[in-house]
């Protein structure tokens, strides 16, 4: 079975710090995608950033990266510089074609 | 190009009664999915739709519910008979055929509410 663990229910940041998200996986399959995806308070689900498991390189989209650990199959997010837009509810997810997601971290950006 | 589209937005039902949520996929998109996000939880994988084929069906109740992608028209989820359990949103989503296109991001919608009184 495929499981995603996002061990960090909810976690507070000052504004303008550097945050971090946790997130493992456990999957056989050796080709698949990885992504970070953000809900807002509107509920829409905003992908943040994405990463192929092929790749070695961790994926960067401006202020957010990722820290992408395939033997131990761990993909954290790290967010710097935060804003007060960045509150929101942010899933893990991985798969191929059908995602697989883990409860989600609530982060809240504190003024 | 205009995003995934659902509707309605929100619904609400009787205990008993039938619901049917609506999906258009993105342009282009010939993959589309069904989650269900329930209160303060994670989204959950429902089914997975071709054009005329359900391709994974896993996530799916045995009982109730059924989902489609007909080769003209949007993706329909029906649930029959609800009751207050199946309160939630759910969300679609689509991806663009297998290949150089597909990155294998999922396009979401902005959900459909289900309310079950």
């Known amino acids: 079975a495929q499981t995603v663990t996002q061990s960090q229910p909810e976690m507070s940041v000052q504004e303008a710090e550097t945050v971090t998200l946790s997130c493992t996986y456990d999957?056989?399959?050796?080709?698949?995608?990885l992504f970070w995806y953000k809900q807002p308070p509107s509920r829409q689900m905003i992908l943040v950033i994405r990463?192929?498991?092929?790749?070695?390189q961790n994926a960067t989209e401006n202020r957010f990266s990722v820290n992408f650990q395939k033997a131990a199959k761990s993909f954290s997010l790290k967010i710097s510089d935060s804003q007060l837009g960045d509150t929101a509810m942010y899933f893990c997810?991985?798969?191929?074609?059908?995602?697989?997601f883990g409860t989600g971290t609530r982060l809240t950006i504190i003024p | 190009n205009a995003g995934v589209m659902q509707n309605p937005r929100h619904l609400v039902r009787r205990r008993g009664q039938e619901a049917r949520l609506r999906c258009s996929p993105m342009?282009?998109?010939?993959?589309v999915y069904w989650y269900r996000q329930l209160p303060e939880e994670g989204l959950k994988f429902m089914v997975y739709?071709?054009?005329?084929?359900?391709?994974?069906e896993s996530g799916m109740p045995k009982e109730r519910f059924s989902a489609e992608f007909p080769k003209e028209g949007p993706s329909i989820l029906r649930i029959q008979q609800v009751v207050r359990g199946d309160s939630a949103a759910y969300f679609c989503?689509?991806?663009?055929?297998?290949?150089?296109?597909?990155?294998?991001?999922?396009?979401f919608g902005e959900g459909s509410r289900l309310t079950v009184l």
């Open positions: 990463q192929e498991a092929y790749k070695q």
């Open positions: 989503a689509s991806s663009p055929p297998s290949g150089t296109q597909n990155t294998g991001e999922l396009f």
């Open positions: 739709l071709q054009k005329e084929n359900i391709i994974d």
């Open positions: 999957t056989s399959e050796s080709n698949y995608y």
């Open positions: 997810a991985f798969g191929n074609e059908k995602l697989t």
């Open positions: 342009k282009g998109h010939s993959h």
